[in-house]
């Protein structure tokens, strides 16, 4: 099952003039992870009517806790706790995580 989770950002990743949107998805697929994805949605205007394209999601953690998605010059941030190596799932998330992404030809990709 795939659900929206939130922490949206609306921005214009594309300089086209329409505002788009990304934001985070859960998945949980029968057993007892819950998967996270940053994913988003470029805002078209086809016709006379308004239409979204949807990006393929970019995994973020099993398990995780998200706090804030942000968009500053050109990136979004996304911020979350998850567990130190080696910690069992049962372990509160505690060891915080910021990972950057740029919207590049259509997809969300990674700044490492």
């Known amino acids: 099952m795939t659900k929206y989770f939130g922490n949206e950002v609306k921005t214009d990743f594309n300089e086209d003039g329409r505002q788009d949107i990304a934001f985070i998805l859960t998945q949980e697929t029968g057993g007892s992870g819950t998967f996270y994805y940053l994913t988003g949605a470029i ?32 990136e979004i941030t996304v911020n979350y706790a998850t567990r130190n190596p080696g910690e069992d799932f049962s372990i509160q998330p505690s060891l915080g995580v910021s990972k950057t992404f740029q919207f590049v030809e259509g997809s969300l990709v990674e700044k490492k």
Do not use: C
């Not at 205007?45 to 394209?53: A, F, R, T």
């Open 43 to 74: 805002r078209n205007n086809e016709k006379d009517q308004e239409k979204y394209w949807g990006m393929s999601g970019v995994f973020l953690g099993d398990r995780i806790a998200p706090q804030t998605t942000e968009y500053r010059n050109g």
